[in-house]
């Protein structure tokens, strides 16, 4: 919520482009006693250098009605501390045209020579939320001081909105990335109504009450800076998850998960309409289909190959949770996520296949808590499919009530039926399925499912000239990968991607021809690639040539690059097995190989071995990798981990000339 | 290291050319769709490009200026969907207009499946919404997803477009798309029977350009038309993908693709502003005396004036809290001048510092100019180029010993004498009260454009190198490096160059980096950082490889690729000198030191030599490369001498990374 997207600050600029400077600023006016209060606060010196401003003050207050209806007071102060920090001197406040407006937004700018700039309503952009989407309630109103404010300005807004509300509950982050002074969530609730929460990423934040006033505080919070392979600051920054409402706040509240299932069940329900047309596309697709898995196939196949359009209107009355009739997703051949899953529902009810939706959140395996149950810690919406003992496919778990269930993302285009995409892998979610429905884990994969395995036959002739073959065979995930590039990328542009690959390999290597194999109902994919790479093997004094058996790198590489860590590490499960043939020169034999490799951490193995037999060089390498959460404290250990790999892959063998 | 152009983007942007990005039109009132053939419908494979994602089988833009109260632009396109980057592309559409200025009407779509049977856009699937709402004014957008799309069928599409008191003079046509099209079609009518002149850029044409066509219309049709592919090292866009501009007679009162008479009107504004300037000596007279007291040259006397401007006035455009992105000229010209000359000091933007140089200038007795010049950048300009906004106001113009300089003291980085890159070798028209003259700017060379990085390290017996670094930046580098970072903060500064190097190795170890004379334009900018890299070298048993060459260490090759599409551009010339110093551990000896062979290109543009000297008493290996490119002006090469210029780089390269052998002393 603090951040605009880059779609959003497009139209920022485009609002200033097209009309000029947006609004009048008025020079010389005061801020309001807060502003000059928080102003004033001192900064901290803080570990982490460029820290692009500090938040001085973050403050929401919500006060709720008998009747449900909520208005909100957002108070944000920022103090910008570098250039790039000037960015961040916008206001913004969300709203939805169907249920809640903005009322008032307000912005204030003192730079540092003390002239106050007041921001009014002539200065205020409306603007769609997410400009992606055919159609979207959700629209935001900003003020863009971003031309006027300089480093060492404090900026600072306020937002006032009216809302109703759907749920007695909500959540509140603490900060995002930047360094909090003061963050304040208060909550005014009608007499006789009681609120609680549950803190997260953070040891309990237990707030002060007076009478039916809620308040949670934290002090002095700092900044949470970017490392690669780190979770999201969803799961790094404090916040916490609020329940209130009176003792009977039945379908506004949820004791538990079975009820938030329960709650949302119909919604999907009533949806999965299977009419004529529906029927007869599910069994035109299954006509050839000889099991179970096969139906699921075809019929998961064509859902997932439908276009993602996201259309959401009356999201403030509750229509965000609920999907369009599979009958008219259907007839349009477009659909969100849940459009998706409850087309694939219903074509799977004509060919009498139970299935649920599962509400899950994309993004973060680790987001959901168990301690919260509420359908607002989702965002996504796949599916579970209820399978008998014949059909064995990787993301099949069972539950306990619902018993054996196939998970698949009908939104992720590249990821077949038997695999799940890995940002959903270990999630908590939640199966709708009236009172049998409730919480549960989504599959992990292993490494073994989600394997690269690479084999190079190539030869080096007495010129150090490398010619030969890499073929790869990608498994599960590693092969969604290998699809995506393949399918996203124009056919030049991949082709331009596999030069980069061996060129950076070797300088003038040319790529002769290459070939591909998409497996896509085995979640598996081949890439076959022949090459010549002049020169590779260098020639020193005319007796020596050395190379790099270890002649391709990943396609995306894992760079550890600084010397400190403040967050954790996350791990994904990974392996890639590597057999090199090198047809030596004749007359050349080798003198020196590198030192065979052998790691074994808690997350990770390595393996490298160098055999000669006659004039064959055989190198390979295994590396492989567990979904992991490594504490920062441990990031020397996995940095040793990358960088003796990267070292023993640099090494050279040595050949001696006879 | 090469540097790469970044093709820009014009700077000013408008309206109708937002709607041409984000939308592809059609016509028609009652949707009327056209016949479409059985060999269309069964289409399997491209014709135009054998990998296309999709293919427009009609493109067909009709643009009616005849009514003077609205321009009606209308579209109708036909495309074959290939596979699902295709369908992608035409899968939602999202249609802004101007709330007020223009409207848009009669959109139909619908798919035709390859059996013939449609799907038709229903009035439901068209959404309109309010994009943005600033005070009154409102963009708006109609949008919608074409219904059941996928690889296969053919979509087609129309729609109209009316705008209010357009027109069609000025107007650019795009004559190559974002994907391949068989058959793109224009139609023009121009405002009551006027007559059309079209100037076609990076086309031949041939006698086959706009044509008389039924009602008054002119029609331009153009085959096979591969999809606009972007590069590396490619000229600005400009330059390569072909357009026509439109004008009508009497549009602009006079012919204006008299390329004469057009420059001589925009001469005729340049005249006034001379005017005005010219005006101002009087207020900075007693000023300028002051300052060229005593100076022996007119060289000498210029760069005073030219000190004075970039160093006493504080330069507005270059402080984020005092920069006006609104400023007009009356603004620049109102400044109070006689305070800044009682001062000798004061503020302004960078159009004033050049204005009070050419007033300064004037008053020293120079004969002064106001010079308008184009961007390299952007166009490779001559005049035939009948486009103003391609010549913008560049800096004030002194003629001195017959030759016409250009000077823009208002860039508070470029040292007197020195412009942008991109003002290099572009054209600049020269302009007095009386007068206009164009001028090549010139180019600077190699030499000038210097990077000099020296390195000394040591090398433990662990493989680890260990030591300090130190680039200097000269002529183009050094102006580039603080127009690109004087916005940054020093700490972002300092992490660009901590990340610089971790791109190349990525286990290097950087501290102690420090930037001089950011500010001071009359020295070089300097980088100094300390550096530690674990492994540098790679063991075996007897022995360790290293690659002397640091400053070229895990750089890829610039060219990757076997086959290009467009010429092969380089901004400027310039030139790296590296001088590296190793010292070995001393249980190591150094195996017959082989420098890699100089590589140069044919005509002696691009040369890398390296030499190595290796001192095994004193453990030490001393590393010199002198890289020159560019050299006589060569920034400009055709595609079809790609495969010698990859070849070139590619012999850089390899040279650049070639590794020596220590050997364990026995």
Redesign the interface.
């Known amino acids: 919520m603090k951040n605009l997207t880059k779609l959003r600050q497009n139209i920022v600029v485009l609002s200033v482009l097209l009309f000029g400077l947006v609004g009048s600023v008025f020079a010389g006016d005061d801020a309001p006693s807060w502003v000059s209060q928080v102003a004033g606060s001192s900064i901290p010196a803080y570990d982490i250098k460029n820290v692009p401003a500090v938040v001085l003050l973050d403050e929401y207050v919500a006060s709720v009605d008998s009747g449900g209806k909520i208005s909100t007071t957002s108070r944000y102060a920022i103090k910008i501390l570098t250039n790039e920090g000037r960015r961040l001197a916008i206001a913004r406040g969300f709203y939805l045209t169907s249920g809640s407006k903005v009322t008032d937004i307000d912005a204030w700018l003192l730079p540092p020579d003390g002239k106050v700039q007041a921001f009014g309503k002539k200065s205020v952009i409306d603007m769609v939320d997410d400009p992606d989407d055919i159609y979207n309630e959700g629209r935001i109103k900003a003020i863009d001081a971003t031309d006027s404010a300089v480093v060492g300005s404090v900026f600072a807004y306020t937002v006032t909105t009216e809302e109703s509300t759907l749920f007695y509950q909500d959540q509140w982050s603490f900060q995002g990335r930047l360094p909090v002074l003061r963050g304040r969530y208060s909550l005014n609730l009608p007499s006789g109504w009681a609120a609680s929460s549950v803190t997260f990423n953070a040891p309990e934040i237990r707030p002060q009450v007076s009478g039916s006033t809620y308040t949670w505080e934290l002090s002095n919070l700092k900044p949470i800076t970017w490392e690669p392979m780190s979770p999201s600051v969803g799961n790094l920054a404090p916040r916490i998850a609020v329940n209130y409402g009176p003792a009977d706040a039945k379908g506004r509240s949820f004791p538990d998960w079975k009820s938030v299932s329960t709650w949302a069940t119909p919604f999907y329900d009533s949806m999965a309409i299977v009419d004529d047309n529906v029927a007869a596309k599910a069994r035109e697709l299954t006509a050839n289909a000889k099991t179970e898995l096969e139906m699921i196939q075809a019929i998961g196949t064509f859902v997932q190959n439908l276009q993602y359009i996201a259309i959401d209107i009356g999201v403030g009355y509750g229509n965000g949770y609920k999907p369009r009739a599979s009958s008219i997703v259907l007839s349009r051949g477009y659909g969100d996520c849940k459009d998706k899953a409850t087309l694939m529902r219903a074509m799977l009810k004509a060919l009498k296949i139970d299935a649920y939706p599962i509400i899950v959140y994309s993004g973060d395996p680790d987001f959901v808590r168990e301690a919260f149950p509420s359908p607002k810690q989702f965002n996504h919406c796949i599916i579970a499919v209820k399978v008998s003992d014949a059909t064995q496919a990787p993301s099949v778990i069972v539950d306990p009530k619902l018993g054996r269930l196939l998970i698949f993302d009908a939104t992720d285009a590249y990821t077949p039926v038997g695999d799940l995409p890995d940002y959903l892998q270990n999630s908590l979610a939640v199966a709708l399925a009236g009172d049998n429905g409730g919480l549960m884990r989504m599959p992990l994969l292993p490494a073994e499912d989600n394997k690269v395995e690479r084999t190079l036959n190539v030869s080096l002739t007495d010129s150090g000239e490398l010619k030969g073959t890499i073929r790869e065979h990608s498994t599960g995930q590693a092969s969604t990968g290998e699809r995506t590039a393949l399918r996203r990328e124009s056919a030049a542009d991949y082709r331009k991607t596999l030069e980069r690959w061996i060129t950076r390999a070797a300088t003038a290597a040319k790529l002769v021809d290459f070939k591909t194999t998409d497996q896509f109902a085995n979640a598996a994919f081949d890439l076959s690639l022949d090459f010549t790479a002049p020169a590779y093997g260098q020639l020193m004094q005319s007796r020596l040539m050395t190379f790099k058996p270890a002649f391709v790198g990943r396609r995306s590489g894992t760079a550890f690059t600084e010397s400190k860590r403040t967050t954790p590490i996350s791990l994904d499960e990974a392996s890639v097995i590597e057999t090199a043939t090198f047809e030596l020169p004749a007359g050349f034999i080798v003198d020196e190989t590198p030192e065979p490799l052998d790691l074994k951490t808690e997350f990770g193995t390595y393996r490298s071995t160098y055999e000669v037999k006659g004039q064959q060089l055989i190198y390979k390498r295994h590396f492989q990798t567990k979904r992991s959460l490594i504490p920062a404290e441990k990031y020397a250990e996995v940095r040793d981990f990358y960088g003796k790999i990267r070292d023993a892959e640099q090494s050279p063998v040595v050949l001696l000339k006879k | 290291m090469l540097r790469s152009l970044f093709p820009s983007r014009r700077s000013t ?1 408008s ?1 109708a050319g ?1 709607i041409l990005l984000l939308s592809a039109a059609v016509y028609g009132q009652k949707t009327e769709w056209r016949p479409i053939s059985p060999a269309e419908l069964q289409m399997t494979k491209p014709v135009v490009e ?2 296309a ?1 999709a293919e427009a089988l009609l493109w067909e833009t009709s643009i009616d200026d005849s009514d003077s109260k609205k321009l009606i632009r209308k579209n109708y396109v036909r495309v074959k969907i290939f ?3 295709g ?2 592309r035409f ?2 559409f ?1 249609i802004p207009y ?1 709330k007020g200025y223009s409207e848009i009407k009669d959109i139909a779509a619908h798919i035709i499946k390859p059996d013939g049977s449609t ?1 038709e856009l229903a009035d439901s ?1 068209i ?1 309109e ?7 009154k ?1 409102k ?1 708006r957008s109609k ?8 690889p296969g069928v053919i979509v087609e599409y129309q729609f109209t477009e009316q705008i209010k008191y357009g027109g069609l003079a000025g107007s650019k046509l795009e004559l190559q798309k974002d994907i391949p099209v068989q058959n793109l079609v224009y139609l023009v009518k121009p405002y009551r029977g006027a007559h059309l002149t079209a100037k076609y850029y990076n086309a031949s044409v041939n006698g086959d350009g706009f044509k008389n066509d039924r009602d008054g219309f002119y029609r331009l049709i153009r085959h096979n038309i591969p999809a606009f ?1 972007e590069e590396n090292f490619m000229p600005p866009e400009a330059m390569v993908r072909p357009y026509v501009i439109m004008a009508v007679s009497g549009s602009f009162g006079v012919d204006v693709f008299d390329p004469a008479m057009y420059w001589r009107r925009l001469g005729f504004a340049g005249a006034d502003m001379v005017r005005a300037m010219h005006g101002l000596r009087k207020d900075v007279d007693k000023l300028t005396e002051g300052l060229i007291a005593g100076a022996a040259t007119p060289e000498e006397r210029l760069r005073r004036i030219y000190d004075f401007c970039q160093h006493k006035i504080r330069n507005t455009s270059f402080d ?2 005092a ?1 006006n ?2 400023e007009t000229w009356r603004d620049v010209f109102d400044q109070n001048w006689k305070d800044i000359a009682k001062n000798g000091s004061g503020s302004g933007s960078s159009a004033t510092i050049n204005v009070l140089f050419g007033a300064m200038a004037t008053a020293a007795g120079f004969d002064t100019r106001w010079v308008y010049a184009s961007r390299r950048d952007e166009v490779f300009m001559n005049p035939k180029m009948t486009d103003s906004s391609l010549m913008r106001f560049a800096g004030i113009g002194i003629v001195l010993g017959g030759k016409r300089l250009l000077y823009d003291p208002g860039n508070k980085f470029a040292p007197f004498g020195q412009l942008s890159w991109y003002r290099e070798d572009a054209l600049g028209l020269f302009v007095s009260e009386d007068s206009l003259a164009w001028t090549k700017i010139p180019l600077s060379t190699a030499d000038t454009n210097l990077t000099k990085r020296t390195a000394k390290f040591r090398l433990g017996e662990d493989g680890t190198l260990e030591g300090t670094v130190s680039i200097e930046l000269y002529g183009n580098e050094a102006l580039n490096y603080r127009m690109n970072s004087y ?3 020093p ?2 500064r300092q ?1 660009a160059i901590k990340d610089a190097v ?1 791109r190349r190795i ?4 950087v501290s102690k980096i420090t930037i001089e004379n950011f500010d001071d334009n009359s020295k070089p900018l300097i980088e100094r950082y300390s550096i530690k890299v ?2 540098y070298a ?6 360790m ?1 290293f690659q002397p060459g640091y400053f070229e260490y895990g750089s ?2 610039p060219f ?3 086959t290009r599409v467009h010429d092969i551009f380089f901004s400027f010339p310039w030139s790296e000198r590296d001088e590296i110093t190793i010292e070995f551990p001393p249980t190591f000896a150094i ?2 030191p ?1 420098a890699p062979q100089a590589v140069s290109d044919k005509a002696g543009s691009v040369s890398d030599k390296i030499t190595i000297e290796a001192n095994t008493a004193a453990s030490k290996v001393i590393y010199s490369r002198d890289l020159s490119a560019g050299v006589d002006g060569k920034t400009l090469y055709k595609v079809a001498e790609y495969s010698s210029v990859k070849e070139v780089w ?2 850089v ?2 040279a650049d ?3 020596l ?1 220590l050997k364990m002393k026995e």
């Open positions: 942007v309206f937002i054998p990998d994602d596979n699902e980057r369908r992608e899968a939602k999202d101007i799907i699937d959404f919404r309010e994009v943005v709402k600033v005070s004014l963009v949008a919608f997803a074409v219904p059941n799309i996928v592919k984020p809290a920069r992105s609104q916005d940054d903060d700490t972002a992490n971790l990525t286990n290097a170890e674990p492994n790679q063991k075996t048993g007897k022995r490889f890829p090759p990757p690729n076997a195996e017959s082989e590619d012999a390269q390899k990374t070639a590794a052998t």
